[in-house]
């Protein structure tokens, strides 16, 4: 079974510019959560996406924002960027269950650099 | 609110020493545990798991024990590798208090180990 995939896996931008970002989920998963992860301030959990409706979300300003699709494929968007949005962006998928562990499985991340 | 809190890093090791990596935690449920690893560059990936009081968890010759008394699940190895060299996460699921799905996370411990 295909993991979490995420592309692209580097991104340059400048300030003020928008990115868009995807995320595919492991085949079956219906919850799709993101993260940012920083030197400074570790993982921190942005949004998470479960049949297309945003269930939870992190603290962070409207401009990161995010959508899911019918396929559960996601995709998140960070827009008017900032130097301090500089950070590996990261995809987890999964299964939500009402019992169990609801284990997540994480991709390789996308690498963003806001110049 | 739940919380799970790791010992600061990074921990330097010499090649072949036994590895204690600290975590705690606080649940008003029964939760699941996790520990998730970091290698350099790359997206987290679950190391070992353990959903109940005194279960085992075990991989690639690591083990943590859920410890419902001490609300423990430190991280051990006997003989660590310079491979062994990322970072690491303690994690835990909680659906009867976090009924929002997410896993709480630890802060990360950075393991070094030199040759």
């Known amino acids: 079974k295909a993991g979490v995939t995420q592309t692209p896996r580097y991104l340059i931008k400048t300030r003020g510019q928008q990115v868009t970002l995807s995320c595919s989920p492991i085949?079956?998963?219906?919850?799709v959560s993101w993260y940012q992860q920083t030197p400074g301030q570790g993982l921190q959990f942005l949004f998470e996406y479960f049949s297309e409706t945003q269930r939870n979300k992190g603290n962070f300003p409207g401009r990161f924002s995010g959508r899911q699709f019918s396929n559960s494929r996601s995709e998140m968007n960070v827009s008017t960027l900032e130097l301090g949005d500089s950070a590996l962006y990261l995809c987890?998928?999964?299964?939500?269950?009402?019992?169990?562990?609801?284990?997540?499985?994480f991709g390789p991340g996308t690498r963003l650099t806001v110049l | 609110g739940d919380s799970v809190t790791q010992m600061e890093g990074p921990v330097t090791l010499s090649e072949e020493a036994f590895l204690t990596i600290n975590c705690t935690y606080t649940?008003?449920?029964?939760?699941?545990l996790f520990w998730y690893v970091q290698y350099p560059g790359e997206g987290l990936q679950l190391l070992l798991k353990a959903t109940k009081a005194d279960d085992k968890g075990s991989n690639k010759g690591f083990e943590a024990t859920y410890r419902k008394e001490t609300t423990s699940f430190h991280l051990e190895k006997g003989s660590v590798q310079v491979s062994d060299s990322a970072v690491y996460f303690c994690a835990l699921s909680d659906l009867k208090s976090n009924s929002n799905y997410q896993l709480i996370w630890g802060a990360g411990t950075k393991l070094i180990i030199k040759p």
């Open positions: 987890a998928s999964s299964l939500r269950r009402a019992r169990g562990e609801n284990e997540q499985f």
């Open positions: 649940a008003t449920g029964y939760p699941s």
């Open positions: 085949s079956g998963h219906r919850s």
